[in-house]
């Protein structure tokens, strides 16, 4: 028997899965949290409170939580280390964290430990949004090339603003960073003693282009003087695809996770893109959603196209070959769970616990019960912003058409049906601008909720599949250890030989029903004219009231 | 001391107050509940069930609780029977039933008892939808003149509907009935043995005016033969202002009720209109809310103006030689009790009962920590459609601006903002259609929310008096008794004079805040522009969800 291992490094824990190369089976696998978890209160150790948006984590959480559920994966399946042929890793990204020369976190320096910005910038810190804002800007205004390839905006999360926002706010701690790297590359570094970037993090997040390479060193020096080597220097490191070998395992690793010396590493990949390969898709016009609080899409195709409101584009990105594309919906599970915790009453429950279900069972129960249309309401699903094809964080959500007889699970649906014409839009703007979408493929925790997957294939008029192995991304990343090993040592020739030897068949398929097509049909109609008045400027009133939250005049009352 | 006796009849009991007519002090209140309350089920002694929209009152119960409530404020005041010197009374309207030529009603005929037709349908009978639609279509066609003076259109609570519906469903009873009149009417026939007509149900409900009196028999003709000779015959009577003497008490209803045989009794006044005496109103430019599950508008004026949307204007209808205006919103008190029954989590329900307080209470204290506009949301207040501007009651409620950092209050608060708008739209109506509002009083139980009223008092930049009697329709119609009376029998002179000596001072002002002024202000130019863009048919999709909703296409799933 041959094995990959695969590594997923999440926002709360890690998780190690050990997969049969020739099967694709999964015969073990392990998670453990991260003892510190999302650093988003206070430093470890420490009673100051981090400023509001911040967040961290800590880098010695990742060794130990990789050490444990490898160690867990090889007892629990009792495969030789010689049997595993090559290792893979999805990690979250933009994580980045500042080193020494040789790799050391500057959090891990006595000198620096109290200071928040020399750990871990974890994905979601949203603190660098000033920067962001004035990368945009300044890009816009020197109409730089690569803006259009992420829809004309880039996020706060991305790597430009969190190494400046630490350039602005922690000049000397930036001065003593002799490296800024992705956790996903920090981890090979390791493991490998060999440092490159992977093409999807650098891609997606880092603003590079296979072609073009990074943004000029004198847009840089427009943004801080400081900045202008920030490729050269402290990024530096070649590109290199997913699933690509970087390295071998080091013989100090390999005794610590109990693995052979010398087995192939590859090079990692983000963990919504590990779900690409780890749902089976390997070619261009397959759709790939991950839906759990939020969505991301996932699609390839064989040309570069600029796609309004698209968060990004990378050759290479994805499945080498192929240029990968990036959707996002800012707020999905996480709509339904605000309307949970939030605006439910006590009866349901009562109902809950009395019948020992979720209360979002008791409530897609009966959403299941109506026909569409039949809650008589439409939402707008930006409770959290719109990601794609807005790309606007200001949005807010709407309700339109409640009565005094609307119940709970009449809004529950109109916010499942919401989120899926999201969703459409998505798929429309991909396809209307030359895109080819031909087939889905679902991920995440939202494909256990059957109302919901009914509801998605209705209103998107298409089957709905659901991937095959619930640890779709972990599955992902031992696909690119296999492919790190080479059909010659006992792996796979190409990242599509991996996932059409490894991919399991579609665990369901949801299709549409012909009934609720036309009424849908109508829904998104309506749909899509309030997305475009209070999206695009006509009436903006959720920037009015965003205005008046955060407060320009009135004091305290009564 | 001298006595005016009022009646107050609603919609679930009936209630007695004895007033002090030289100081307006309540010496006495009693009140009693409908035994058969609000009969919508089925009928008294019936297991067959009524049919959707219904609503109808048993006639026999309003007496029980005239005699009960009647006794009771006798007994409690020590008054001596010859100390009253009138009775007053306000009635729900249009709430109307069939009755013989000496007025028994047909429900208490043994041979109809089982018959819905033959009992009293009660205000809220909304069963008669499709022949109210006919109706404004017919009027709209012929361009009938009385249409304006109900903003262009009449609703099924109104009596052509509600007697078109008898003749249609029901001709043999319809045939059978000498008369059919309002419950207000029907009480004064039974205690003075005289039928006449109010002018403020007969003018608000009924469609008669002073002048032009009521649409004509070929109108009527044309919605059915049989409806020509509706007021001609069934209807007929004189139409007496609120407050003139219509007869005196007969020597048998005195003995029931132990007061003098020959008290005046007043024409009586529609419970809503009873609250403009009662709260101290007598002349034009002071609007008066009731405010309650719904708010209803009155306003005086010294001429007829057509006011768009507005829901009605009677000459005499309220205080005789002003024009009365009526206008309404159909959802407020009921609106913030939906969202409390319906999307309240448990916490919070917690919280009050761990403080035994209403959820109401805990709501408010938390909405009232917030500042205009930091809730970040807006609403539109048509959770059951507009009354006033729009008349429109297929339209639907929105709410804009929720975020997944959404909490109860802010919604709470939002939805009270929501029905201050309402108000502020219809104050600008009024004012800008030649109908001016000088000041506001109010009353009805919403006045006890301070958060809501202070809420009013900023979104309107106006003052909120409260009056200062919380029975304020009772106080009413003691002042029309008193009036019955006339000055030479101890009484007054006129409504005026009435008001002039029985209304007590306001209980409470809320003054607007100037701090508040500008971010309402910001606030209510966005809530117009919504009103405007879903209210007035540039954006139906409120239409569009209601069609849907009562199923046009889709099947049952999943």
Known sequence: MKYSLGLDFGTESARAVLVDIDTGETVATAADEFADGVIDEGLPGSTESLPLDWALQNPADWLTALERTVHAVMEESGAAPESVVGVGLDFTACTILPTTLDGTPLCALDAFRDRPHAWAKLWKHHAAQPQADRVNQLAQTRGEPWLARYGGKISSEWLIPKALQMLEEAPDLYARADRLVEGADWIVWQLTEKLHRNACAAGYKGTWHKVNGFPAPDFLAALHPELSDLYQVKLSGSVVPPGQKVGELVPTWAQRLGLSPGTPVAAPIIDAHAAVPGGGVSQPGILLMIMGTSTCHMLMAEDEMLVEGIAGVVEDGIVPGYFGYEAGQAGVGDIFAWFVERM?????????????????????????????????????????????????????????????????????????????????????AFIQQGVPVESIVTGGGLTKNELLMQIYADITGREMAVAGEPQISALGAAMLGSVAAGSQAGGHGSLGQAIASMAPPPARVFRPKKAHQLPYDQLFAEYRRLYDYFGRGENDVMKVLRRLRSGSGGGQEP
Chains 1, 2 share one sequence.
């Open 344 to 428: 439910v009453p006590p009866e349901y429950r009562a109902q809950a616990d009395r019948q020992g279900r979720s209360l979002h069972d008791v409530l897609a129960e009966k959403a299941a019960a109506l026909r569409p249309g039949e809650n008589g309401m439409l939402a707008l699903d930006w409770w959290n912003g719109n990601r794609s094809t807005l790309m606007d964080a200001d949005l807010t959500g709407l309700l339109i058409g409640p009565t005094l007889a609307t119940r709970a699970e009449e809004i529950y649906r109109a916010l499942i049906e919401a989120t899926a014409f999201g969703t459409r839009m998505i798929i429309d």
